[in-house]
């Protein structure tokens, strides 16, 4: 490939060119000036007044991860994923939020006027605080993401729910842990935390202080409202871009510690396994295009816009490269919105498709310069035995999505 620049500006003129409406496939419609009017209209309920719903004509909805049912004890899916392929923008709205739960289905149904937040431990003053009184306490506001560290990808994906469909994103609202901590007043050597959930089985994890006064939050408010309570209402805590696990919903109790507890949940960590036990504080770099992706359909050639979701665990999304030749060749897709640090960043590429089959693939490029690996890479790092195509451990590998010349878009995963 010779420059990349001038590869990408040959090609976006291209893209203009073809952007016409004929070869977008539209219509032309009489030039009356009338188009009609609405068939029906929807009642005002009370209910519809007091707390709107979507359009009847909008189905979109999570299912059980991986496409597959993995019941609990009582019947029900306790792991669920979000309709990437659906979603606009990078805010999951909270009805789509992916569900992880590591205790079944199980959600606890939290009076907020008896819940409380202790801090305890190797601090100077133990605090208990009520909901209001976190409430009165100064706020932050941000953009971050949650991934499931079980949100890996096989070749049996069909949609990019099913591949993808273990991470979201909101804008969530509370108080900063380091505000709690310094309140309470860390004693020397509380070098951890461990946080825990309400559950009988707790949901609990160890996170180091450095992280813990980094930027974790303790958040009652998510996409403008209550967290809901599959997301851990009254109260869950945010650990920005660690792994799933660590952000402790229906948070009750946390304890300053002098070193790494094993709890129920880092359990996993500290298996003698080497991948398993590397399980990462952090996620990322990654990406995966959403559209267009597996089992979606290309009506034809022609123009294009490629979307997807780029995201890393250690800060900024800097670059987003697409490829449509199966990773021989990349171009810069565009940034859309500004790249909030641990957050789901939205980009774009404009192609336009010769209606050749061909292979789609993104991949992350973040801003201390990691680059998300291509799946034989991760394979390769954790070390699979021959013969198992599987990522092992963390799986943050490029998505290949394969066009057909029908224009049929499968995954493309050996
Ligand atoms: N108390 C508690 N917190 C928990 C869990 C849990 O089962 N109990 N599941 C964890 C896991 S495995 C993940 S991936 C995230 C998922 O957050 P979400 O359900 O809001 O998407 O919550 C974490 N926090
Ligand atoms: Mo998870």
Redesign the pocket.
């Known amino acids: 490939m010779s420059s990349k620049k001038t590869d990408r500006r040959e090609f976006l003129k291209q893209g203009a060119a073809l952007a016409s409406a004929a070869a977008l496939g539209a219509t032309a419609r009489s030039a009356s000036g009338q188009l009609p009017g609405p068939e029906a209209q929807l009642p005002g309920t009370d209910e519809l007044v007091a707390y709107g719903k979507r359009s009847r004509f909008v189905d979109s909805k999570r299912i059980p991860h991986g496409g597959r049912h993995s019941p609990d004890q009582f019947g029900l899916d306790f ?1 669920i994923a979000t309709p990437l392929q659906d979603s606009y923008g990078v805010i999951t709205p909270s009805s789509l939020h992916y569900v ?1 739960t ?1 205790r079944g289905s199980f959600v606890p149904d939290i009076d907020p006027d008896k819940h409380h937040l202790m801090i305890h431990g190797m601090v100077d003053n133990p605090l208990v605080f009520t909901m209001d009184e976190l409430k009165r306490l100064p706020s932050v506001t941000r953009l971050h993401f949650i991934e ?3 949100n890996r990808a096989n070749s049996r994906h069909v949609t990019v729910q099913e591949t993808h469909g ?1 991470t979201s994103c909101a804008e969530w609202t509370g108080v900063l842990l380091s505000t709690l901590l310094e309140e309470a007043g860390v004693q020397e050597g509380g070098d951890w935390i461990i946080a825990e959930g309400v559950e009988e089985v707790k949901g609990t994890s160890s996170i180091p202080m450095t992280k813990a006064m980094a930027d974790c939050i303790v958040c009652y408010g998510m996409n403008g409202e209550d967290v809901r309570p599959q997301q851990g209402y009254p109260l869950r805590l945010m650990v920005p871009g660690g ?3 660590l952000n402790v919903k229906w948070l009750r109790r946390i304890k300053v510690v002098d070193q790494f507890y094993m709890t129920y949940n880092d359990y996993g960590h500290l298996r003698q396994d080497p991948a398993d036990a590397a399980l990462a504080l952090q996620i990322g770099p990654k990406s995966v295009i959403t559209f267009p992706s597996g089992g979606q359909q290309l009506p034809g050639a022609g123009f294009y816009e490629v979307r997807g979701l780029a995201w890393s665990g250690q800060g900024r999304v800097a670059r987003v490269e697409v490829s449509t030749d199966g990773g021989e060749s990349w171009f810069d897709a565009d940034i859309r919105g500004e790249a909030h640090p641990m957050a789901h960043t939205a980009f774009s590429f404009n192609w336009t498709w010769d209606g050749e089959p061909c292979e789609l693939q993104s991949r992350c490029i973040d801003d201390i310069g990691q680059i998300q690996p291509s799946r034989q890479q991760a394979i390769e790092f954790w070390e699979s035995e021959g013969g198992r195509r599987r990522v092992k451990g963390q799986d943050n590998s490029i998505q290949p999505w394969r066009v057909d010349a029908d224009g049929s878009v499968h995954n493309a995963i050996a």
């Open positions: 792991h992880g590591t499931c560290a079980g273990m792994e799933g696990i």
